[in-house]
Each structure stands twice: as C-alpha cells, then as structure tokens.
C-alpha cells in the first residue's frame, strides 16, 4: 500500500565500501534475508546516532561501546527478525559473539564491528546460525550489494528503501549511496529505525558526527507513523575518503544532495508506513519556537482522529481544530491563527473561512499526497512533520504481527 | 462493543434538581433526543471544570463567564449533536442566545444559565429549534428525568452512562446521581467530555470546588481513548442541600461513595470506549513522582502498538517495554523494572522472567479486562490510567463518522 514510492532505481557503489546480505534463518519466512555485512575500508569515518529510549537495545549499547573505544569502524553486522532488546546481559553477549566472529573473519578488531538488529523485543538472539553464516557472507561482499542489502534489513516493510546520487565536484565523481527500514513503531528520536549512508567523500569524523546531526534533525526526527520509537533506532554515515575529494557542511552542493537523500529515505519510511494510504505533510509556520512548532505539528500528526479522518479522506478538519488545541504549546493565540488544507483555507484569524466549501476541501482530502498548514502568526519558528493515515491495515498488520 | 458496561441500574432522583430532554432537531437522525435541561433549586452549590484546550468551544467560555458573574447556576442546557467550537464571536451569540431563552422561560438572569455542547466541531449551532424547544422541555422537567437526559447527550456513545447511590447520613436519606457521555476523542485534562452530578447533600461552594478537583483527578484525568482532548469537556458537581445534611470531604461515607462513583462513571466511558473489545488497567507504582507515574502510564495506554496488541490478544510484551522505553519520565533505571501481565510476571530487575511461559502471558491477554503493572521500584509514586484497545472498529467509526 507504499503511497507514491517505487522499487529503488539504479544504486552505485560507494568505493571503499562492500556489502553482502543472506537468508541465515533468524526470521521464520524461509523466502527473505535476514542478516547483512557492510565492510569499510581502513582510514574511513564513521558517525552513527541512535535510539533514546531508556530501553535500547543490545547491539545499540554495544556500537556506543565499541564507538566510544575508537570512533570510527571496518564493518557493520545487521540482522532483521530480533531486536535483541530487553536480553540483558546475555543479550550483550550473544551481540558480542556475532561481533567478534566477523572480528576474527576480518582480521581486525572487536571494536571495529558494531552490530545492528531490529525485530521482536524480549526475545534472546540465536548466535549461532549468524556466527555459522559469516564466512559465506565474507565471501560475498561486493560493491554492488546495496540492494541486497537493503532487503535482507526489511520488516514490515512492503518495498527496500535505497537512494543513491552521484555529484561532479572539482571534476572528480563523488557518490551518495544510503539505504533505509521502517514502517512502524516509528517515531524516530535522533535516529531512524535502521539507516545507513556511505559517500566516497573525504570528510574529517568530527565534522561528521555534527553533520549528521543537522541531517537527522530534518530528515527522520520529522517522522512519525504511530509516535512509537524504537529500541534500536540507529541511523550511520561513512565517509570512506576513497574518492579523494575533501567537503564539509559549507560545501553546498554536496551537502544539499546530502540533505535531500536524508530526507527522501525518511520520507520513504513514511511512504511505506504500515497500512498508509495518505503521505501527509503537516507544516507549522509563525510559532515562537522550533520546540513549539514541532509539538504542534506532531500533536496534529500523531491524533488518532486526525489519522482516520485522512484515512477516510474525510475533510472533518474541525479534528485538526481539536489537536491544536490540545497540543501541549507554550504560546498560542487562537484568534491568529490560519489554517490550510492544501490551498484551501479552512480558519482565517481563528474562525472559519466563510468561502470554505465541503467541496473544496474534500477535493484536497481525496488526493493520495495532502498537507495541512498551521500559521500561528507569533513568530519565525517553523516545523515539517511527515506522516501516514490510520487505516483497518495498520490495525490488521500490527494485531497479526507474530501469527 | 461495550466492555462489561450494563444499561443503567436505577436512577434515584436527587431533591431540588428536575431534568428533561427531548429531540429538537439537531442531530440528523430523528430517532434521538439531543437536547436536555437540568433545573437546579435556588441556593445550591455548583462547581464545574472545563477542557485545558486552547480550542475551547463557546459553550465552555460562556460558562466560565456565567459562573466569574456569581458562582451558583439554575439552569444547565445541553445539546448534542454540534460542539458549538471554532464558531467564534457568533458561536458566543449563539450559545448566550439559547441561554436567554431559558433564562425568559425560568424567569432567571441569563448568567444564570450554564451551555453545554457536544458534537461536530467548526459547524455553527442552530439556535431556532433549540430556542423553539424550550417550553417543551420546561414542561417536562421531572425529578426522574435523568436517564432521559443521560440518553439525550449521547454521540458515539452505544450505552447511557449513569449511577446512582443513597446514603443513610445522621439518619437521613442522602442521595447521588450522576451521568456522563463521551467514547472518542477522550483524554480528558481537567474534566470530561460531559459529566454532571448531583447530591442533595449540601456542601459550602468552596468545598464542593475543591472537592470536584480531587474526584476528578483520580477518575476523569485517568482516562484516555485515543489521547485526543475535546475542545467541550466539561464536568459539573452540583449540592442542592436539599436533604438538610452538610458534608464535606472528610465525611469519609460520602466521599468515598462520590468518589466511587466519579470512577464508575469514568471507567464506564472507557467500557464503552470506540471500538473497544478490552478494558484495561495500566498501573505505575514505585515513581519518583505522580507525574512521572501518569506520564509512563499514559505513554503505555496510549500506544497504538501496544493498543493492537490487546486487540488481537496477542501477547506481544516486547511493546509494553518499548512504550516504557519511550516514556519521556525524568527518572528510570531499568535494571530495576518489573513488570506484570495480570499475575504474570514479564520482567524482574529488567530482565525477562526465566517462568514466564507465552500460555501464560496468552491466557491473561486473553480475557475482557486486563491489567499492566510497571513497578519502576524508585520511589513512592504511582498513577493508574484506564483505557481502551484500538480495533478496527475504532478506524471504521472514526473514519465513518459524519457519513
């Protein structure tokens, strides 16, 4: 039921990276990948940020480990199936296994590998088919294994979510190659479900970590399907160095590229949100505040009324009257306010447009893509949520999840 | 669908109160009343709390006008069928329009009159069929009006929500009646969708305001559906002093009967919650604070993962630990959580419990009524919210509902 997203088009290879993925039977579906390797080359950076529920996961405590001993990494080890979160000690463990395997398979380190899963909570990791299938999966590691890759990190997911771009900077090619999962339980909170980006670009870590910052601060933190945020969310950009062209954030071009790839693959989430018939953008402009505009537009984005009005293609917009006026802000004048579905203007300084007509507004509500704007006219702050209906298929999906 | 919810017991009336209701013509079905007055005898004490939204609707502004001009009240008008909200300054003139004419009707001043409103959002009120009803309704204002009135006030409501009890106080009859309405959009912050009850015990106005915030804090501020606020919620506290008995909070009979009472009638909104197939008892005890306790409760009750769980009787509890992981509480260690499934231990210390079995954690998902019970075993706090499960039925009544 993806809304407007396709099967992903041509992905290049990133040099320096190689990645390879494989079916090693930790999901019950004998048809679908569920463990992945990505290799990275000597000398390359590494930035990642992860998940802030009190509650992550294994492999989530693991990466800050490892990343907190040298700050950057050789390979990623990512298995869809189990989140191995809520596994305690024994959790950290069975994660420390799979790690030091491919350690030893790739001759390097422990803390050169960060592990990655996402899938059922509470329930332990099985070590050893992943630590078994790791020397197949060495052998199979190619520049091309993008798309692989991308499938075998897939949950509820309908389609892979990959995105590539390649840029000419000083006459030299540099490439863009970054693949994402998530479909529910998403409300990313500094990071998405699962995401990893690689450019051949040179960039130094520290300029890096703060880059990826800026990015996931437009990108997935504006998501939302259910506002549930995961235990493992992590979100890692390489920079690999191996085109041999330096940048920085002041580098437009290349961070402009960078910044939509960021914001298409969290879009993609939401395209693909689980039964989502409706890509919503809901835009807050005019509040005193970022925190502000972002509560409100995730108050309105995340209402179960709202979501099922959209669903029904609905235009009962007194609903969205009903989540800003519940949304927990700090400054709001109602008799300010202008409201927007689409073009067409639903309150004028707070009261009802009296050119409104039914028509024009379920004309807006029947499109497959709507967006609904709030100007608080009080400020400059302003905010961009995405975010998807609710529908019986999000109901019927996240109530058969383990049957 | 309504979730052990019967149709009222008897309903004993309440001296010095008389109701009436009738079908005026608001709501498009005309199979239902819509309309209903309460006429409350002159030196009685009312106390009322309105919705925290900034949305409030006219009816909920005119009120707190009314009762700032002198705070007792003889006549409460409500309709169901339009909420009277984002009508702006002729949405005022409306409800004041109404009032005016109970007021004629009564021979009171129009501050007098209290309005109350439930129903579609943005849409102006008729005020000729209600203005032309008025009469009637006085005609028919009877001391056992009030299950009339209960069923009057209904929306998505399947069932009235009423109960009624009677004390014996000094020897003298002391009687409690109270009724609610609401079923979507409930997540009530200072009061209900609609709730009003009456005594004929008498309570001095001061006492019986702030008696109305304690029983509401620990019945209607524990309740959530969907986390969706209404722009009505109001919820009113009337002593006629009719019986010659005066009480205050620490008469522990009376208290503890009204505050039974608030409960019952709280709970029996969530019963009868949209949709709702489970009624379910979220407990937080062991927090460093109620607010912490109220905001890991709600964030659990609230969850549309763990709401799809209960749905489908699956015990998927790896969504109770990540609701708790989402909870923006100040304080959590956990490595100090349990958690329980009815009995069914899930976590001790944060870990999984090495007995539980799924046909455990099955059997108590199983059943109508469920309890979740986080022991976050810092501190002294606690908070216990009650909700609903998110069924289909919840997206088809949601997404059908101006159809």
């Not at 890692?236 to 002041?250: F, M, S, Y």
Request: with cysteine; aromatic share 6%.
């Amino acid at each position: 039921m993806a809304v407007g997203l396709r099967a992903p088009a041509r992905l290049y290879p990133v040099q320096g990276l190689r990645l390879g993925a494989l079916r090693c039977g930790i999901k019950a579906n004998r048809q679908v990948k569920d463990l992945a390797l990505v290799e990275i080359q000597p000398g390359s950076s590494v930035a990642a940020v992860f998940t802030r529920s009190h509650f992550c996961a294994a492999p989530v405590i693991l990466c800050k480990q490892h990343l907190a001993l040298q700050p950057s990494a050789r390979y990623l080890l990512v298995n869809s199936g189990n989140a191995n979160a809520a596994t305690g000690q024994q959790g950290l463990d069975n994660a420390r296994s799979c790690c030091a395997a491919v350690a030893a398979a790739g001759n390097v380190k422990v803390e050169d590998v960060l592990p990655f899963s996402t899938g059922v909570i509470a329930e332990q990791l099985a070590v050893e088919p992943i630590v078994g299938a790791i020397p197949d999966l060495v052998d199979m590691l190619d520049p091309d294994g993008w798309l692989s890759t991308a499938e075998a990190i897939m949950t509820t997911d309908t389609l892979p979510k990959a995105i590539s771009v390649q840029l000419n900077i000083d006459d030299r090619p540099v490439t863009i190659t970054g693949i994402a999962k998530g479909s529910g339980m998403i409300k990313p909170d500094m990071a998405t479900m699962l995401c990893f980006v690689g450019t051949d670009a040179r960039i130094e870590p520290q300029e890096l970590s703060e880059m990826l910052d800026l990015l996931v601060a437009s990108s997935f933190n504006c998501i939302t399907v259910d506002g549930d945020t995961s235990t493992n969310d992590s979100c890692v950009l390489i920079a690999t160095g191996a085109a041999d062209v330096k940048v920085d954030r002041n580098h437009r071009v290349f961070f402009d590229a960078l910044q939509e790839l960021f914001e298409k693959l969290a879009q993609a989430i939401i395209r693909d949100a689980e039964g989502a018939t409706k890509f919503v953008t809901v835009s807050i402009e005019g509040a005193v505040s970022v925190a502000d505009a972002r509560c409100m537009g995730f108050t309105i984005a995340e209402s179960p009324l709202v979501k099922t009005a959209l669903f029904a293609s609905d235009p009962n917009w007194g609903r969205f009257i009903m989540a800003i006026g519940r949304s927990p802000v700090e400054s709001i004048d109602i008799d300010r306010i202008d409201l927007y579905l689409g073009a067409v203007r639903l309150l004028h300084n707070g009261l009802p447009d009296p050119d409104y007509r039914e028509t024009l507004g379920q004309a807006e509500m029947s499109r497959d893509e709507i967006s609904i704007s709030v100007n608080l006219n009080l400020g400059d702050a302003s905010a961009r949520i995405w975010t998807s209906d609710l529908s019986y298929e999000y109901v019927k999906i996240n109530a058969e999840y383990r049957s």
